[in-house]
């Protein structure tokens, strides 16, 4: 089944990059010192994308401070692309801590992100993109159904992905568990990704013609403010009468995050684990120099007519166990609940 409504807006889930490519294996250091006219540039360069974009202008204006303080102390020189990296990172979350805002050195990252902003990417480039999320099942490991407790079991520990694909592969394991009375879907160890695969699975909790208001982002620039609502239309049978339980952990984060924060706004799933990682400022990924890039944070996600979201503080889940207890904590929950249904009706 093809989902062509998404196509289109699949573009936009540029903003919302994994955590998870934050982390990736760094280029291999060297020797090599990053020059002072370099260092210079490159901060500049992070100060130009903050004051242009940053959403909090009095926090924009700190983290400028403070690299311009730096610097004329010399801290950002004879340092290695990785070490300088790691530095102006460390500088700015003393600011002010936005676990997104990072500084990472990673030689084939940063020449795919130059390829892109040039317009000279490669068919290749795009080949094999889709041929590592395609491996990667764009991010969905595993549907387990229990008939005993009428109970699916969504894995999901890949970024979320606007793609065609990653539409359709979701579609096919929602429908997979539309007749189980119980759903889980465990996002730990999510780093996020594009927030419309949250919305689009949270579409399924809710009755046709009855869409909700997901979340709001907030940007620097009010006018460029962003309604999410959850869509009109999904493939397959809907869910609004079955349970919902959101497995998480300290490694949920971004997009993901969104998910459980917004479903458990709504009171519509309960939110099973550890708090999340609190990273709550969508973003999109910029190239510097010396195979250095910046995750640079655009846009503030909240609540809807609220500027309450899970930044910095994460989410609080409605039952507070170890991430790893998650799943049996909430087995435990839908077994219980059958057994006490049961018990009443033997009375």
Not at 14 to 19: M, S
Request: net charge neutral; charged share 25%.
């Amino acid at each position: 089944m093809k989902l062509q409504f998404y196509k289109s807006a699949a573009l936009l889930g540029a903003l919302c990059l994994p955590l998870c490519l934050l982390a990736q294996q760094p280029a291999k250091d060297t020797d090599h010192v990053v020059s002072k006219e370099d260092a210079h540039e490159i901060i500049g360069k992070i100060s130009k994308q903050l004051e242009e974009g940053y959403p909090f202008p009095e926090i924009s204006k700190k983290y400028i401070a403070t690299m311009k303080s730096q610097e004329a102390k010399k801290a950002y020189q004879d340092l290695t692309p990785a070490k300088l990296a790691w530095k102006i990172t460390d500088d700015l979350r003393g600011t002010h801590k936005d676990v997104h805002l990072t500084i990472f050195h990673n030689k084939d990252y940063y020449e795919q992100l130059t390829r892109s902003f040039s317009n000279t990417r490669t068919p290749e480039d795009d080949r094999l993109e889709l041929e590592r999320k395609r491996q990667n099942n764009y991010g969905f490991d595993a549907v387990e159904l229990n008939k005993k407790t009428s109970t699916a079991y969504i894995k999901i520990s890949g970024g979320f992905h606007g793609d065609q694909e990653a539409f359709e592969m979701a579609a096919n394991a929602m429908n997979m568990a539309a007749y189980s009375k119980n759903i889980i879907i465990d996002i730990r160890d999510n780093g996020g990704g594009t927030g419309m695969m949250g919305r689009f699975l949270a579409g399924y909790f809710f009755n046709a013609g009855d869409e909700r208001y997901y979340l709001h982002g907030y940007h620097k620039d009010r006018t460029k403010d962003i309604q999410e609502w959850t869509y009109p239309f999904v493939p397959g049978k809907r869910m609004p009468d079955s349970k919902l339980y959101i497995l998480v952990n300290k490694r949920t984060a971004s997009a993901t995050e969104g998910f459980a924060f917004a479903l458990q706004q709504m009171h519509r799933a309960t939110i099973v684990g550890d708090t999340t990682a609190g990273a709550g400022i969508a973003g999109s990924m910029i190239p510097l120099k010396e195979n250095m890039v910046v995750f640079m944070p655009v846009k503030m996600v909240a609540a809807p007519g609220s500027e309450e979201g899970w930044e910095g503080k994460g989410v609080i889940p409605d039952v507070a166990v170890k991430g790893e207890d998650a799943r049996t904590e909430a087995e435990k929950l839908i077994k219980k609940e059958q057994d006490d249904i049961a018990a009443a009706k033997t009375k």
